[in-house]
T-cell receptor, first 114, second 110 residues
Framework: GAGVSQSPSNKVTEKGKDVELRCDPI?????LYWYRQSLGQGLEFLIY????????KSGLPSDRFSAERTGGSVSTLTIQRTQQEDSAVYLC????????????FGSGTRLTVV | GQSLEQPSEVTAVEGAIVQINCTYQ??????LSWYQQHDGGAPTFLSY????GLEETGRFSSFLSRSDSYGYLLLQELQMKDSASYFC???????????FGSGTKLNVKP
């Protein structure tokens, strides 16, 4: 597609429920990233996929968070047993790959845990 | 780990020049990027510096000093539409992964 697409744009969930956030990167981009942005804060790195390599999961805050990328394209970020501190905007970005240093971000999913 | 410091907020007048500084502490530094984010919008890529010096792109310029672990974004001929948050981000290791600062909110006044 023309840009990075994320769905849903907004998600309200009850504490303790699981949620899935979807990211559809720009076609042909081999790198895909998930970041989290709390209100008025910077972007917190979560996970990075590059081609067929094992993902860099070093930013995932707990084992309740996981992500997968199927077929080198669409990615799903799953948060299990959501807590109120998980409330944030979850941003996905993609990049053509090595030697290209600019990310293209999606518009994000605003997650609210009540 | 990584540490990036930016001023939280800067105010300037339309038509003026403003400089947003970023200092960083990290191991395995490879480069510094800048992003712009309007309220409610997605961050958009502005620049990437891997080498010391100033790079200019239109009204925006970005500077890096690796020896001082310091960079800045320079915005000239400020316009109202430049009101946004600006984030610096460091590339760590020979991977295409960046860590972001907390952002500087730029307010442009008429």
């Amino acid at each position: 597609g023309a840009g990075v697409s994320q769905s849903p744009s907004n998600k309200v969930t009850e504490k303790g429920k699981d949620v899935e956030l979807r990211c559809d990167p720009i076609s042909g981009h081999t790198a895909l990233y998930w970041y989290r942005q709390s209100l008025g804060q910077g972007l917190e790195f979560l996970i990075y996929f590059q081609g067929n390599s094992a993902p860099d999961k070093s930013g995932l805050p707990s084992d309740r968070f996981s992500a997968e990328r199927t077929g080198g394209s669409v990615s799903t970020l799953t948060i299990q047993r959501t807590q109120q501190e998980d409330s944030a905007v979850y941003l996905c970005a993609s990049n053509p790959g090595p030697s290209n240093y600019g990310y293209t971000f999606g518009s994000g999913t605003r997650l609210t845990v009540v | 780990g990584q540490s990036l410091e930016q001023p939280s907020e800067v105010t300037a007048v339309e038509g003026a020049i403003v400089q947003i500084n970023c200092t960083y502490q990290t191991s395995g530094f490879y480069g510094l990027s800048w992003y712009q984010q309007h309220d409610g919008g997605a961050p958009t890529f502005l620049s990437y510096n891997a080498l010391d010096g100033l790079e200019e792109t239109g009204r925006f310029s970005s500077f890096l000093s690796r020896s001082d672990s310091y960079g800045y974004l320079l915005l000239q001929e400020l316009q109202m539409k430049d009101s946004a948050s600006y984030f610096c981000a460091v590339r760590v290791g020979n991977f295409n992964k960046f860590y972001f600062g907390s952002g500087t909110k730029l307010n442009v006044k008429p």
